[in-house]
Each structure stands twice: as C-alpha cells, then as structure tokens.
C-alpha cells in the first residue's frame, strides 16, 4: 500500500511531543541566535516554557534590512552555501543566508509538502516559479529532486514553451502564481488546446500572492486539476512553509521547523487559534540565519480543530492579505481579496482585473476595471450594463462602499509574469492637502 505520508514521524506526531521538540528547538535557536549582531544582548539564554516566547522581541522587515548584509549571520560566512534575496517588493532587499543543513531541511519540509498533494516518484514536476533569487524556483526544486519526481526547471514565462514542455514530458504537477494560471490558460485558448484533454496534468501548486478560493475553483475548473495551496516567504526560507493536504481546507504549518504565533497587528497582543491576526513566524531549525518572531505582515487565522489527514500539525486559513495591503477608502478598511473573492465568482468575468484609488477633489474613489470574456464584451449592450450594475451591486455587499466598475476587453490589463499586481493607488503621488 502507498504510505500515505512522507515523514509518518514527525507529520503525526502528537502535540504534547511536538511541543517539546518545540521547546528544545527554540533554546537552541536562541542560542544559535545569540551569535549574531543582531540578536546578541537582544534574547534571553533560554526559555523555560514554550508559552515565553511572547517575551521575546519581535523581528520586522526593517531589522532585516538595518541588518543587511551580515547582521543576522551566525556562522562564519564559509559555511554558507547559499543565499536568496527577497523579491523586495516594499522596499530595499533583505538577504537570508543557508547552510547545507538548512537547504536539507528545506527541501524536506518541500518534500513533505508535494508528498502530502499525492505527488510521487515517477511525477513530472514543471516549476515555474522564477529560478534565481526569489525562493519559487530552487526551493521547491531541491524538495522536489528529494522527492524523486522528475523536476524540468521550467522558470517564469515563455507561456508557449511551458505548453510544449507539458506535452512533450507528460508533466503531471506544475507550480505557479494563480495569476499566471490564469494567464497561461488563455494561451492554451489561443493555441486551440484544452488542458483538460489533451494534457496529463494532475495538480498544481499556487502561491507566491494571496488569491481566493473562488480563484482556486477557477483554475481546477479551467485546467480540470486539482489546485493546492503553498505558503512561505523568503525571510522562512521560501515555499515549503505551509502546504494543503488532500483535504484542500487550510495549510498545515510544519510546526517541527516553525514556531506559529498570530498577533493582532495594531497591539502585538498574541491571540487565540481562531481569531484572525498577523502571522508572526520564527525559524527553529535555521542554523545560518535564525530568525526569532517574524512580523510576517500577513493576515490569516489559525485553524481549531484536527485535519482528517491526521497529520498533527496546525492549519493556517488562505492569507486574506497583507497588513499592508489594507486599502482604507472613505474610511473603510478594504482588503483587495474582497474585489477578487466577488470577481472570481462571476462566470462572465474574465481573468485579470485592476484596483484604481484616487483622490478627486479630496474623496477616494475606488475604480476598477474588469475583463470580461470575449462573447459578452461584443455582445448585447443591454447585457453589459446589466452585467455592470450586477458587479457593482455584489462588490458594495462586500465591501460596503460602491466602486465605479469599468468592463474592459479580456486581455487589455496589464499581465504579469511573477507576482500580480492589482492595485494602483494614486492617491500616494498626489497626498491630500
Ligand atoms: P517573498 O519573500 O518575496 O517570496 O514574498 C513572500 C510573501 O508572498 C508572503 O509574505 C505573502 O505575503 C506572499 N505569499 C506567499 N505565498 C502566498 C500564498 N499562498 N497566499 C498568499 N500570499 C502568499
Ligand atoms: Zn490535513
């Protein structure tokens, strides 16, 4: 029979012994920890109980970059083989170094992950993720390689040659942004080929940006696959942070590797599972580079209960958005998944859309433009405008204030390649008066 997981020991392991293992974990990251600039003077020599941690200082983004480029190093710089830089997309870059115990581990946790989706040896794996110094590419790559499936090291874009490099090897599993999901699949529209038919995929794995389960069930549907979910971020070495098991219903942590907390953003408080907060993450098996309760800046709840997986490990909901995301128009606080959660679930509605803020005579206004699918745009005018009042009607139940909605050509917004960007907001450039 197929063992059903790839670590049976530490995915199944019972709480009170994961909390131990926890506990010895953090008092020898902190220890490791201590060694860095950074870090020195700044932590306790050890934790008596896992629950101190909250006594811990927290990490931000602007440590990291105070720190740039050896402030958070830990041992001597020859025993790092590797480093990756983050994608920097709200600020200057931060770097994170790895030894060859952490690129192992990594690719175990990665390993683990694919394992978990049903993906075997004798699996063909596209990656296309950017390989280079964002973490999509090589980090799923070395777990997959571990994994024993057969790893074609696609990269981003090039949309005709990831079609053909599927039909010519029968890939089976592809990683992704959704947005390029998205993309991709109108290429294959183009192209006069059905993903569904004439392909051997089986499942994907779709992170990198926040999307909605409403997208999810898009591309399953387009691609008649089915779509996992895949969290990390640079800072926690890249994808293999979180990962959806077969039950599709929240990302199971590896608390082996990581220490989960959610905070509310506004206080620091630590909350309870359940309620929504900001991810605060810290690296417990790191050697190169530990980093002690990360603000992650993004916004999730943490799961009560136990998956039907059995796997012991606790869930984190789909990232609802960033902390920083927060658009506050008129006063309310929007998250643009909102936009995306009601867009997704309108059949008529194409793949790619665009949040506009301004600020017209001291008022936000919040305009988007919409893609919607090729017989609709050229169709009856009467439908159009209803199709409009109906987008507008459902985006002001969501999101409590009424958007101006502009329907638009499919394929007419800008496209992207690497993590989408679906906000543009020019009130920055213009501040008010
Ligand atoms: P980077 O360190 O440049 O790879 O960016 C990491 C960030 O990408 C995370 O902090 C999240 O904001 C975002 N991200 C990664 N995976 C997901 C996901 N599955 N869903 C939502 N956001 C994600
Ligand atoms: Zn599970």
């Known amino acids: 029979m197929d063992e059903r997981y790839w670590n049976r020991a530490f995915e199944t392991m019972p709480r009170s012994d994961l909390e131990s293992l926890q506990l010895s974990r953090i008092n020898s990251a902190l220890a490791r920890a201590a060694r860095s600039q950074h870090y020195r003077k700044r932590l306790p020599d050890r934790l008596e109980n896992l629950e101190d941690v909250k006594t811990l200082p927290f990490t931000v983004k602007q440590d990291l970059r105070d720190g740039f480029p050896d402030g958070f190093l830990c041992v001597p710089l020859e025993d790092i083989v590797r480093l990756h830089s983050s994608s920097g997309t709200t600020g200057k870059a931060t770097v994170v170094y790895h030894t060859r115990g952490d690129i192992d581990n990594w690719s175990e946790l990665v390993a683990r992950s694919m394992y978990m989706t049903g993906v075997r040896k004798g699996d063909v794996f596209q990656n296309m993720m950017g390989y280079g110094l964002f973490t999509g590419g090589l980090g799923l790559h070395y777990g997959s390689e571990k994994l024993g499936s057969l790893t074609i090291p696609a990269s981003s874009g ?200 301004e600020n017209v005579e001291y008022l936000d206004t919040m305009k988007i433009k919409v893609e919607v699918v090729q017989e609709i745009f050229h169709g009856n005018i009467g439908e159009l405008e209803s199709l409009k009042r109906r987008i507008v009607e459902e985006l002001k139940n969501e999101i409590l204030i009424r958007p101006q909605v502009i329907l638009v050509e499919p394929n007419s917004l800008p496209k992207s390649e690497g993590k989408a960007s679906r906000v543009v907001d020019h009130r920055e450039k213009s501040p008010r008066p």
């Open 158 to 357: 090039n949309s005709k040659r990831q079609i053909k490099l599927m039909q010519d090897f029968g890939t089976t599993a592809i990683h992704t942004t959704p947005s390029y999901a998205l993309h991709l699949y109108t290429i294959f529209e183009e192209e006069g080929i059905d993903p569904r038919q004439d392909l051997k995929l089986k499942v994907a794995f779709l992170g990198a940006e926040p999307y909605t389960g409403e997208t999810r069930k898009k591309i399953e549907s387009l691609y008649g696959i089915r779509a996992f979910n895949s969290y990390g971020l640079s800072e926690m070495n890249g994808p293999g942070v979180a990962f959806e098991c077969e039950e599709q219903n929240g990302m199971h942590l590896w608390e082996d590797s990581y220490l989960l907390e959610i905070i509310d953003p506004a206080t620091g408080e630590v909350l309870e599972d359940g309620h929504e907060g900001e991810l605060v993450l810290t690296t417990l098996q790191r050697e190169g580079m530990p980093i002690i309760r990360y603000r992650t800046g993004d916004i999730a709840t943490v799961y009560t209960g136990t998956c039907l997986c059995g796997r012991t490990h606790r869930r984190i909901s789909r990232i609802k958005g960033r902390s920083d995301d927060m658009l506050i128009i008129k006063g309310v606080n929007i998250y643009p998944m909102q936009v995306e959660k009601v867009l997704m679930d309108i059949p008529e509605i194409g793949h790619n859309y665009l949040i506009e803020i």
